[in-house]
């Protein structure tokens, strides 16, 4: 059974930090699309940053990082400077083992297996 399990979430005032974790069971990553989306009340889900994984490899948007441990079987999201407004529930997704291509990381249908999410609360 796959699972994917996020941790790291809690409370941090604005301008703080936090790495979120998404622990992989069931499966290995391995060339995989792996995305963060988040999701505030009373909003839609948003994505906030995407991978196509290959093991050694980090993508970063502004204030967010994605990497991983090949050994850990785990994929990271780094978060620096936090505003109040990054408040919301984080989740991971990500996709079974994809072919050489182009995907829209974006694209929340891309992904099969997502996680049941962490709250990030961001306090002014």
């Known amino acids: 059974q796959v699972q994917l399990v996020e941790s790291g979430g809690g409370l941090v005032q604005n301008g703080g930090s936090l790495r979120l974790s998404c622990a992989a069971s069931?499966?290995?990553?391995?060339?995989?699309?792996v995305g963060w989306f988040r999701q505030a009340p009373g909003k839609e889900r948003e994505f906030v940053l995407g991978?196509?994984?290959?093991g050694s490899n980090t993508s970063e948007k502004g204030r967010f990082t994605i990497s991983g441990d090949n050994a850990k079987n785990t994929v990271y999201l780094q978060m620096n400077s936090l505003r109040s407004e990054d408040t919301a529930v984080y989740f991971c997704?990500?996709?079974?083992?994809?072919?050489?291509?182009?995907?829209?990381?974006?694209?929340?249908?891309?992904?099969?297996?997502w996680g049941q999410g962490t709250q990030v609360t961001v306090s002014s």
């Open positions: 069931g499966f290995t990553f391995s060339r995989n699309a």
């Open positions: 991978i196509l994984w290959s």
């Open positions: 997704a990500a996709s079974r083992h994809l072919n050489s291509g182009t995907y829209y990381l974006a694209d929340h249908e891309l992904y099969d297996y």
